[in-house]
Protein backbone atom coordinates (compact mmCIF):
# COMPACT_ATOMS: atom_id res chain seq x y z
CA UNK A 1 0.00 0.00 0.00
CA UNK A 2 2.49 2.30 0.78
CA UNK A 3 4.57 1.82 -2.39
CA UNK A 4 1.03 2.14 -4.50
CA UNK A 5 0.08 5.41 -2.79
CA UNK A 6 2.37 8.25 -3.73
CA UNK A 7 2.27 7.74 -7.73
CA UNK A 8 -2.05 7.01 -7.31
CA UNK A 9 -1.93 10.13 -5.29
CA UNK A 10 0.30 11.83 -8.30
CA UNK A 11 -2.11 10.75 -10.58
CA UNK A 12 -5.33 11.34 -9.03
CA UNK A 13 -4.27 14.64 -7.98
CA UNK A 14 -2.78 15.67 -11.38
CA UNK A 15 -5.78 14.81 -13.53
CA UNK A 16 -7.81 16.62 -11.01
CA UNK A 17 -5.82 19.52 -10.70
CA UNK A 18 -5.99 20.17 -14.71
CA UNK A 19 -9.66 20.39 -14.71
CA UNK A 20 -9.22 22.60 -11.94
CA UNK A 21 -6.96 24.79 -13.80
CA UNK A 22 -9.73 25.14 -16.38
CA UNK A 23 -12.25 26.13 -13.93
CA UNK A 24 -10.17 28.91 -12.62
CA UNK A 25 -8.99 30.68 -15.63
CA UNK A 26 -12.75 30.51 -16.44
CA UNK A 27 -13.71 32.29 -13.39
CA UNK A 28 -10.63 34.40 -13.89
CA UNK A 29 -12.35 35.46 -17.47
CA UNK A 30 -15.34 36.19 -15.55
CA UNK A 31 -14.19 38.15 -12.84
CA UNK A 32 -12.06 40.51 -15.25
CA UNK A 33 -14.94 40.89 -17.72
CA UNK A 34 -17.38 41.91 -14.56
CA UNK A 35 -14.37 44.52 -13.83
CA UNK A 36 -14.55 45.65 -17.03
CA UNK A 37 -18.07 46.14 -17.95
CA UNK A 38 -18.74 47.16 -13.99
CA UNK A 39 -15.83 50.01 -14.09
CA UNK A 40 -16.48 51.27 -17.75
CA UNK A 41 -19.87 50.78 -18.00
CA UNK A 42 -21.39 50.78 -14.65
CA UNK A 43 -21.86 54.28 -14.01
CA UNK A 44 -23.31 55.13 -10.76
CA UNK A 45 -25.11 51.22 -10.08
CA UNK A 46 -23.71 49.49 -7.40
CA UNK A 47 -22.22 45.88 -8.39
CA UNK A 48 -21.40 43.35 -6.39
CA UNK A 49 -18.94 40.71 -7.00
CA UNK A 50 -19.39 37.08 -5.02
CA UNK A 51 -20.27 33.38 -5.63
CA UNK A 52 -17.04 32.08 -5.74
CA UNK A 53 -17.18 29.70 -3.07
CA UNK A 54 -20.90 28.45 -4.61
CA UNK A 55 -19.57 27.86 -7.85
CA UNK A 56 -16.23 25.96 -6.48
CA UNK A 57 -18.37 23.60 -4.91
CA UNK A 58 -20.90 23.33 -7.73
CA UNK A 59 -17.73 22.46 -9.55
CA UNK A 60 -16.16 20.06 -7.15
CA UNK A 61 -19.29 18.54 -6.21
CA UNK A 62 -19.37 17.15 -10.04
CA UNK A 63 -15.79 16.30 -10.41
CA UNK A 64 -16.21 13.88 -7.51
CA UNK A 65 -19.11 12.23 -9.77
CA UNK A 66 -16.79 12.20 -12.62
CA UNK A 67 -13.70 12.13 -11.64
CA UNK A 68 -13.59 8.66 -8.96
CA UNK A 69 -14.46 5.83 -11.74
CA UNK A 70 -11.70 6.56 -14.06
CA UNK A 71 -8.73 7.21 -11.62
CA UNK A 72 -10.29 4.00 -10.10
CA UNK A 73 -10.38 1.73 -13.31
CA UNK A 74 -6.77 2.98 -14.04
CA UNK A 75 -4.96 2.25 -10.50
CA UNK A 76 -6.96 -0.81 -10.98
CA UNK A 77 -5.61 -1.73 -14.29
CA UNK A 78 -2.02 -0.94 -12.45
CA UNK A 79 -2.34 -3.64 -9.54
CA UNK A 80 -2.84 -0.81 -7.07
CA UNK A 81 -5.85 -1.88 -4.52
CA UNK A 82 -9.35 -0.52 -3.94
CA UNK A 83 -7.72 1.01 -0.71
CA UNK A 84 -5.07 2.77 -1.84
CA UNK A 85 -6.85 3.86 -4.89
CA UNK A 86 -9.47 5.07 -2.62
CA UNK A 87 -7.20 6.76 -0.32
CA UNK A 88 -5.16 8.75 -2.91
CA UNK A 89 -8.74 9.61 -4.40
CA UNK A 90 -9.69 11.09 -0.70
CA UNK A 91 -5.94 12.75 -0.38
CA UNK A 92 -6.39 14.05 -3.89
CA UNK A 93 -10.01 15.92 -2.86
CA UNK A 94 -8.57 17.31 0.12
CA UNK A 95 -5.83 19.03 -1.84
CA UNK A 96 -7.94 20.35 -4.71
CA UNK A 97 -10.18 21.61 -1.89
CA UNK A 98 -7.28 23.73 -0.08
CA UNK A 99 -6.05 24.86 -3.54
CA UNK A 100 -9.06 26.21 -4.85
CA UNK A 101 -9.71 27.77 -1.55
CA UNK A 102 -6.40 29.71 -1.28
CA UNK A 103 -7.00 30.68 -5.26
CA UNK A 104 -10.22 31.63 -3.65
CA UNK A 105 -8.97 33.86 -0.98
CA UNK A 106 -6.49 34.87 -3.94
CA UNK A 107 -8.47 36.29 -6.30
CA UNK A 108 -11.00 38.13 -4.22
CA UNK A 109 -8.40 39.92 -2.80
CA UNK A 110 -7.27 41.30 -6.24
CA UNK A 111 -10.68 41.71 -7.22
CA UNK A 112 -10.63 44.24 -3.98
CA UNK A 113 -7.21 45.21 -5.06
CA UNK A 114 -8.53 46.39 -8.67
CA UNK A 115 -11.79 48.07 -7.09
CA UNK A 116 -10.63 50.01 -4.70
CA UNK A 117 -11.12 53.06 -6.49
CA UNK A 118 -14.55 52.13 -7.08
CA UNK A 119 -17.40 52.77 -4.46
CA UNK A 120 -19.93 50.98 -5.91
CA UNK A 121 -18.09 47.34 -6.20
CA UNK A 122 -18.72 45.30 -3.23
CA UNK A 123 -16.30 42.22 -3.01
CA UNK A 124 -18.35 39.69 -0.94
CA UNK A 125 -18.05 35.64 -0.33
CA UNK A 126 -19.52 33.12 1.31
CA UNK A 127 -17.62 33.57 4.79
CA UNK A 128 -17.70 37.79 4.49
CA UNK A 129 -21.94 37.25 3.40
CA UNK A 130 -22.59 34.77 6.41
CA UNK A 131 -20.20 35.49 9.04
CA UNK A 132 -19.27 39.02 8.99
CA UNK A 133 -22.26 40.68 6.96
CA UNK A 134 -22.06 42.84 3.32
CA UNK A 135 -21.31 45.95 4.94
CA UNK A 136 -17.94 44.58 6.39
CA UNK A 137 -15.83 44.84 2.61
CA UNK A 138 -12.34 44.32 3.71
CA UNK A 139 -12.01 41.55 6.17
CA UNK A 140 -8.97 41.16 7.92
CA UNK A 141 -6.10 38.50 7.80
CA UNK A 142 -7.59 36.46 10.54
CA UNK A 143 -11.22 36.69 8.78
CA UNK A 144 -9.52 35.68 5.44
CA UNK A 145 -8.07 32.37 6.99
CA UNK A 146 -11.23 31.48 8.41
CA UNK A 147 -12.53 32.35 4.89
CA UNK A 148 -10.23 29.42 3.70
CA UNK A 149 -11.13 26.71 6.15
CA UNK A 150 -14.90 27.17 5.87
CA UNK A 151 -14.38 26.94 2.03
CA UNK A 152 -11.71 23.75 2.50
CA UNK A 153 -14.59 22.03 4.88
CA UNK A 154 -17.70 23.00 2.13
CA UNK A 155 -15.39 21.83 -1.00
CA UNK A 156 -13.99 18.33 0.53
CA UNK A 157 -17.89 17.70 1.37
CA UNK A 158 -19.18 18.31 -1.98
CA UNK A 159 -16.62 15.90 -3.56
CA UNK A 160 -17.16 13.33 -0.87
CA UNK A 161 -20.78 13.26 -1.82
CA UNK A 162 -20.46 13.76 -5.37
CA UNK A 163 -18.45 10.41 -5.09
CA UNK A 164 -21.11 8.71 -3.27
CA UNK A 165 -24.07 9.45 -6.34
CA UNK A 166 -21.17 8.05 -8.35
CA UNK A 167 -20.45 5.19 -6.94
CA UNK A 168 -24.38 4.56 -5.77
CA UNK A 169 -24.85 4.30 -9.31
CA UNK A 170 -22.53 1.91 -10.29
CA UNK A 171 -23.88 -0.53 -7.84
CA UNK A 172 -27.45 -0.01 -9.14
CA UNK A 173 -28.36 -2.49 -12.38
CA UNK A 174 -30.39 -0.46 -14.81
CA UNK A 175 -33.58 -1.30 -13.54
CA UNK A 176 -32.83 0.68 -10.62
CA UNK A 177 -30.49 3.53 -11.82
CA UNK A 178 -33.65 4.40 -13.72
CA UNK A 179 -35.59 4.32 -10.98
CA UNK A 180 -33.39 6.22 -8.72
CA UNK A 181 -32.17 8.70 -11.43
CA UNK A 182 -35.95 9.63 -11.68
CA UNK A 183 -36.33 9.55 -7.79
CA UNK A 184 -33.86 12.44 -6.84
CA UNK A 185 -35.39 15.56 -7.86
CA UNK A 186 -39.01 14.41 -6.90
CA UNK A 187 -37.11 13.67 -3.28
CA UNK A 188 -35.15 16.72 -3.29
CA UNK A 189 -38.16 19.00 -4.43
CA UNK A 190 -40.66 16.69 -2.05
CA UNK A 191 -38.92 15.59 0.80
CA UNK A 192 -38.28 19.14 2.32
CA UNK A 193 -42.45 20.08 2.09
CA UNK A 194 -43.20 16.75 3.39
CA UNK A 195 -40.90 17.43 6.52
CA UNK A 196 -42.53 20.92 6.99
CA UNK A 197 -46.10 19.30 6.68
CA UNK A 198 -45.03 17.32 8.96
CA UNK A 199 -44.19 20.07 11.34
CA UNK A 200 -40.17 19.38 11.41
CA UNK A 201 -38.10 22.51 12.15
CA UNK A 202 -34.86 23.24 11.14
CA UNK A 203 -34.76 26.71 11.65
CA UNK A 204 -32.73 26.30 15.24
CA UNK A 205 -30.12 23.99 13.36
CA UNK A 206 -29.79 26.31 10.21
CA UNK A 207 -29.70 29.16 13.38
CA UNK A 208 -26.96 27.07 14.72
CA UNK A 209 -25.01 27.04 11.23
CA UNK A 210 -25.15 30.61 11.12
CA UNK A 211 -24.01 31.37 14.34
CA UNK A 212 -20.06 30.40 14.07
CA UNK A 213 -18.11 29.17 10.91
CA UNK A 214 -16.97 26.25 13.31
CA UNK A 215 -20.46 25.01 13.66
CA UNK A 216 -20.97 25.28 9.77
CA UNK A 217 -17.18 23.15 9.52
CA UNK A 218 -17.83 20.88 11.72
CA UNK A 219 -20.81 19.81 9.96
CA UNK A 220 -19.34 19.56 6.68
CA UNK A 221 -16.86 17.20 8.24
CA UNK A 222 -19.06 15.33 10.08
CA UNK A 223 -21.17 14.79 6.53
CA UNK A 224 -18.07 14.07 4.38
CA UNK A 225 -16.97 11.70 7.34
CA UNK A 226 -20.41 9.93 6.61
CA UNK A 227 -19.81 10.44 2.40
CA UNK A 228 -16.32 8.62 2.77
CA UNK A 229 -17.56 5.92 4.97
CA UNK A 230 -20.58 5.30 2.64
CA UNK A 231 -18.69 5.56 -0.45
CA UNK A 232 -15.88 3.32 0.82
CA UNK A 233 -18.62 0.33 1.44
CA UNK A 234 -20.31 1.16 -1.64
CA UNK A 235 -16.39 0.44 -3.70
CA UNK A 236 -15.57 -2.53 -1.84
CA UNK A 237 -18.05 -4.83 -3.60
CA UNK A 238 -18.16 -3.28 -6.32
CA UNK A 239 -18.38 -4.92 -9.83
CA UNK A 240 -15.86 -2.70 -11.39
CA UNK A 241 -16.24 -2.85 -15.18
CA UNK A 242 -14.32 -1.35 -17.99
CA UNK A 243 -15.92 1.78 -18.98
CA UNK A 244 -18.41 1.60 -21.87
CA UNK A 245 -17.93 3.30 -25.62
Same mark, same amino acid.
Given at each position: ????????????????????????????????????? /?????? %??????????? $? =? =????????????????????? !???????????????????? =??? $?? $?????????????????????????????????????? !????????? /????????????? =??? %??????????? /????????? !????????????????????????????????????????????????????????????
Amino acid at each position: MKMNLKPAYRYQFMSLLKGTAVFYLIMIVIVTAFLAV /TINFGG %SSSMTFGGYAF $A =A =AVYLFVAGIVYIRSDLRLCLQ !FGVSRRTAFLSEILSFLSIS =AIL $AV $AGELVTALVRVAASGNPNIFVLDFYQIVYLGAEKVLPS !FGHQAMSFL /TNVAMFFCACTVG =AFF %SLMFWRLNKFW /TIVVAISIP !FAINGLPYLLIKLGVDFSRFFAWIASSPFCFILTCLVIAAAAVVIDWLLLRRANIKAAKN
